[in-house]
């Protein structure tokens, strides 16, 4: 492939029609293509349907006799404690089991800190002049949004190939106390699909915080998505944390909403002592408890990690075929031409494409006039703007693998399409 940044004025037109006349074809064809979120196929959907039926009339008692249909057990069963413990390598009694959703633990345990405030602090984050989380980008857009609708200021720090840039985070969080924690997705990251090394967690773990109620938000929802017969391994923060005397510093968050089904799963979160006293607390006042027996059919029909990691092997067999799809079109097309770089992820669910400065939004309008719907440019950065305007987030996990194939493809002509205008108007 040329490269495009070194072609000559005549050159570059050429292939500027040739281009065209490609668009035009694939805007002939219709295409209804949907690449917006990293949502399960059916396929993968279809592998957790012995959820449906694990449990017979007479299965609904937990491993203490308690009786599931009922209300109570607001912390969980303690079988899907001990589950979610070896999930998220932490003990039992560190680990409170929810209900369907990790992000709405992250919401309401963000949104007690604004009410009540965190252990360690003086006062409710809201009685304070100002509040302010760090957001490692590019990152999930999801997480942003809490912040935006809990009126917290966000502050951008680059994310690069060993997580989040600590030369740029621990000065920051050193000297401004208003800095009360950090979004972080460290395994097969939210888009980038890159996981921590060591050496993050561990200056995580040690960092000097002028707020002493600073708060990780350790979001590892990807920690056994694996796409390789040798998965990255990440170190444990909490174990880190507590080597240093900061055990409250970090929340985690995990769940099986791309593990079971996507919208009936199970989550969990994992704190030390005092913050799982406080989150309890307030959890108590919000439900009589969560839905048990979803989490009894989930102990049931996982019995353990082995259970979950052989059926994750399932779900790598299925998303396998369409990374290496995403991976082949992008080479062929895009490699060698100078306006475009991308992410080779060995779990998780996205791939992590930029563009060159300034183009990632006319890509993206341009794919979406030729019916293919990607990831609205800027998602991947507080308030939605990329400051460079370059990153788009790709997801092929829902599309059939010929649907993913024929969407790349438009994909990579609209951004030569875009890089080559850009390079005329120089």
């Known amino acids: 492939m040329v490269d495009l940044t070194k072609m000559d004025r005549g050159d570059l ?28 196929c ?5 592998l957790s349907l012995g959820l449906l039926d694990c449990l017979g009339q007479n299965d609904y008692r ?20 001990k589950l979610f413990a070896e999930f998220l390598e932490v003990d039992p009694s560190e680990v409170i089991v929810g209900g369907n959703s990790s992000l709405a633990m992250m919401h309401d345990t963000l949104t007690q800190a604004v009410l009540r405030g965190m252990p360690g602090g003086t006062a409710a984050w809201r009685t304070q002049p100002a509040v302010k989380f760090l957001c490692p980008s590019p990152g999930y857009d999801r997480h942003f949004a809490i912040c935006q609708h809990l009126g917290i200021d966000m502050l951008t720090v680059g994310m690069n190939a060993n997580g989040p840039d600590m030369d740029e985070v621990e000065p920051l969080v050193a000297a401004d106390a208003s800095i009360k924690g950090i979004w972080c997705v460290p395994k097969y990251s939210n888009p980038t699909g890159i996981t921590f090394s060591d050496d993050v967690v561990e200056r995580l773990a040690r960092m000097r915080t002028a707020a002493p109620d600073f708060r990780i938000f350790w979001d590892n929802a990807y920690t056994v998505h694996h796409l ?7 170190a444990n923060l909490f174990a880190a944390c507590k080597a240093v005397g900061h055990a409250d510093r970090v929340l985690i968050f995990g769940s099986t909403s791309k593990v079971s089904f996507a919208g009936a799963g199970v989550a969990a979160m994992a704190a030390s002592a005092a913050n799982v006293r406080h989150l309890k607390s307030g959890m ?61 992820p060995r779990g998780g669910y996205f791939v992590s494409l930029d563009t060159p400065d300034g183009c990632a939004k006319a890509v993206v309008a341009m794919a979406a006039d030729a019916g293919v719907q990607l990831t609205q440019a800027g998602a991947t950065f507080p308030h939605g703007r990329d400051p460079r305007d370059r990153n788009i987030r790709l997801a092929p996990s829902l599309p059939p693998l010929d649907e993913i194939k024929q969407a790349l493809e438009l994909v990579a002509v609209c951004v030569q399409r875009v890089s080559i205008a850009q390079l005329l108007n120089r």
């Open 228 to 234: 390789t017969e040798t998965p990255d391994r990440l």
């Open 42 to 46: 059916a396929e993968q959907l279809d």
């Open 284 to 344: 108590a006042i919000q439900t009589i408890g969560p839905d048990k027996l979803n989490q009894l059919r989930h102990v049931r029909f996982f019995r353990d990690m082995a259970g979950i990691a052989a059926h994750m092997q399932k779900h790598a067999g299925i998303l396998r075929p369409k990374f290496s799809a995403v991976e082949e079109v992008l080479t062929r097309e895009l490699g060698g031409t100078g306006v475009a770089g991308w992410s080779r």
């Open 62 to 81: 937990a491993a203490d006799g308690s009786d599931c249909r009922n209300y109570g057990g607001l912390e969980g069963l303690p079988e899907a404690r």
């Open 13 to 40: 037109q050429a292939r500027a029609q040739r281009l065209d006349e490609r668009y035009l074809r694939f805007k002939a064809l219709g295409l209804v293509l949907d690449m917006t979120r990293g949502k399960p």
